[in-house]
């Protein structure tokens, strides 16, 4: 956490100056020490988290291809003729990691085309622009690679 | 002139997207349908812009800031997305003519 908020100051700061890096570590050393003590953070499970990197690397760079072929696939929609035939989507997404599941949310709201209106516990309903967009996205790739994130 | 020609494509992109955004946003009759007209922008619109912004600038640091932007982009949209859809759905007594509800729990 300490490296990840001096690489933030240094990023705010702008330059890489002896006094940016002293004043850097003092704030970020204070921080974490606050976050340490009140917020119950453990750099243990930071290193936990870190562990599974590769995992997440892989799953935001299938994020972000995503992301690029959903707009592509909206504007279809937009530019054809006649009004879409919107779903609403309720299923269950067989995640069991809090976190991962509003990551899983989140990312079905980021691509176009579809996003999650309502997340109650593994349940998900989700608003599809047209029946295109629904077809089997309880078995989208988001969920497998979530599901693999929390096996490693 | 070298940055200059590699931004504008990524520039021409993201007005394309944010002028769809419009076209969508019009063209769509429903606001729960609009939302996804308006996540284009949110999303490869400003992605491309802040891109092309990025090779503009040509300076690390601006482009570390500008990936910052889009991370904090990405952190929050949804949540209005969320929000928004939430208070539709439970608020607009006839939302389920607008959609078909399709149940597989």
Redesign the interface.
Same mark, same amino acid.
């Given at each position: 956490m300490f490296v990840v908020l001096l690489g933030l100051f240094l990023i705010f700061a702008g330059s890489v100056t002896p006094t940016n890096l002293l004043m850097g570590a003092v704030v970020s050393g204070l921080i974490t020490l606050f976050c340490a003590k009140f917020m119950g953070y453990s750099s243990r499970g930071f290193f936990k988290k870190l562990s599974k990197a590769d995992e997440i690397a892989v799953y935001l760079a299938y994020l972000l291809k995503e992301i690029v072929r959903e707009n592509f696939d909206v504007l279809r929609f937009i530019y054809r003729k006649g009004q879409p035939k919107p779903r609403l989507v309720s299923f269950h997404g067989k995640v069991q990691s809090e976190p991962l599941r509003v990551l899983v949310a989140n990312s079905i709201t980021l691509t176009p085309g579809t996003y999650t209106v309502r997340l109650e516990g593994d349940e998900y309903a989700v608003h599809a622009l047209d029946e295109y967009f629904q077809v089997d996205i309880e078995y989208s790739a988001f969920f497998k690679m979530a599901r693999k994130v929390e096996e490693a | 002139m070298i940055r200059l020609i590699l931004a504008i494509p990524f520039l021409a992109l993201g007005l394309f997207?944010f002028f769809?955004e419009v076209? $969508?946003f019009y @063209? %769509?009759?429903?606001v729960?349908?609009r939302? /996804?007209?308006a996540?284009?922008g949110d999303?490869?619109g400003i992605?491309s812009i802040l891109i092309a912004v990025g090779i503009l600038t040509g300076s690390l640091?601006a482009a570390? @800031?500008l990936v910052?932007i889009l991370v904090f982009m %990405?952190?929050t $949209?949804?949540v209005v997305? /969320?929000l928004i859809?939430?208070a539709e759905?439970e608020t607009h007594k006839n939302a389920g003519h607008?959609?078909?509800?399709?149940? +597989? +729990?």
């Open positions: - | 997207m769809s076209v $969508g @063209k %769509f009759t429903y729960m349908n939302m /996804h007209a996540a284009m999303t490869l992605g640091s570390l @800031k910052l %990405f952190l $949209g949804p997305t /969320h859809a939430g759905v607008e959609y078909q509800e399709v149940d +597989r +729990r």
